[in-house]
C-alpha cells in the first residue's frame, strides 16, 4: 500500500515574501528606471544647452499679409528685440501686444522658426460700412471703428448715419455700443442677398429717429422702414418695386410704415 505524500507546508513569515516579490519587481524594472533616468538627464542638458546657447538666438521677424518692411520696422512691429532667445519667448504675450497696438488686425499669430526667426500671420479687418460723426469713418462687422477718416464718403461703402458716438472716442479699435448700428448692418446684408435693388445701390441708412430707419437708394429715393418687421417690409418693398406704374427716377420716397405703402413723387 502506498502511503500519500505530505506536501510541506512553508512557515516563512508573510512580510518575508512580500519583501522577495518587491525585490524581484525592483530587479526586473532596474533597467527601466535607468534608461528614464538617462533619458531626463540627456533632454535636461539640451534644454540648457538650447536656453544657452546663441544658436536660439532671434536675428529676424517676418511679418506676412503687411507689405514690405525692414527689419528695424518688423522688430518695432512686433516688439521684439535682436538677441532674445527663441526658446524662452512667449508666443501668447506677442499675440497680445500686437492685437493691443493693432487693434486694425482682426486676426494674429505668432509662431516660432528655429533656430532663429519668428513669423508672424496678419489678417486685416474688412470694411463693412462707414459711419459718419464729424467725419466719416470706416466700420467692420463687428462694428470696430478702423484706420482712417475722411471728410468725404468712402468709395464703395454704405453710411450709416445717426449712430451713438462711442463713449471712449473715436480712435481705431474702438466698438460702437449701438443696437440700431448693428441692425443697419444686418439690414444691409439682407438687402444685399435679396437682390431687390438689382442694378441700384443702397448708399445710406440714417438710425437717427428710432422710430424710423431711413434707408437711402442712389442717393435721392428714401425708403422708410420703420423699426420692425423688416423682412416683412422688404418683401412688401420688392413687389412694390416690380409693380412701380411710375418712373423710378420721378419716385422721392416710399413709405413701408402703413398698411398701404405710401409712394412720393418729386
Not at 509662431?111 to 459711419?131: D, G
Not at 478702423?146 to 449712430?163: D, E, H, Y
Not at 446684408?189 to 435693388?197: A, F, H
Request: no cysteine; net charge positive.
Amino acid at each position: 500500500m502506498v502511503k500519500p505524500v505530505k506536501r510541506k507546508v512553508s512557515h516563512a513569515p508573510l512580510s518575508l515574501k512580500f519583501s522577495e516579490v518587491i525585490r524581484n519587481i525592483l530587479l526586473r524594472s532596474l533597467p527601466y528606471t535607468l534608461s528614464l533616468t538617462m533619458l531626463g538627464i540627456f533632454f535636461g542638458a539640451v534644454g540648457a544647452l538650447a536656453v544657452n546657447s546663441p544658436i536660439f538666438e532671434l536675428k529676424s521677424v517676418k511679418i506676412l499679409n503687411m507689405g514690405t518692411l525692414t527689419s528695424e520696422q518688423a522688430f518695432k512691429f512686433s516688439e521684439l528685440q535682436p538677441g532674445e532667445n527663441l526658446i524662452h519667448l512667449d508666443l501668447v504675450n506677442v499675440q497680445q501686444v500686437i492685437k493691443r497696438n493693432h487693434p486694425e488686425f482682426k486676426e494674429v499669430r505668432v509662431r516660432r522658426v528655429l533656430p532663429n526667426r519668428v513669423e508672424i500671420f496678419l489678417k486685416r479687418r474688412t470694411p463693412a460700412a462707414q459711419v459718419f460723426f464729424s467725419s466719416y469713418v470706416q466700420i467692420d462687422k463687428d462694428l470696430v471703428l478702423l484706420p482712417g477718416s475722411s471728410q468725404t464718403p468712402f468709395r464703395n461703402l454704405m453710411v450709416i448715419k445717426g449712430a451713438e458716438r462711442p463713449r471712449s472716442g473715436l480712435y481705431v479699435g474702438a466698438t460702437l455700443n449701438d443696437s440700431d448700428a448693428q441692425k443697419a448692418l444686418w439690414l444691409m446684408e439682407i438687402i444685399k442677398r435679396s437682390g431687390i435693388l438689382k442694378k441700384r445701390t443702397l448708399t445710406q441708412i440714417d438710425i437717427g429717429d428710432p422710430k424710423n430707419f431711413s434707408l437711402i437708394v442712389d442717393g435721392n429715393i428714401e425708403i422708410k422702414m420703420g423699426n420692425n418687421h423688416f423682412i416683412e417690409r422688404i418683401k412688401i418693398l420688392d413687389q412694390t418695386l416690380k409693380t412701380l406704374n411710375v418712373d423710378v427716377a420721378k419716385v422721392r420716397y416710399i413709405d413701408l410704415r402703413f398698411d398701404d405703402v405710401v409712394i412720393g413723387t418729386r
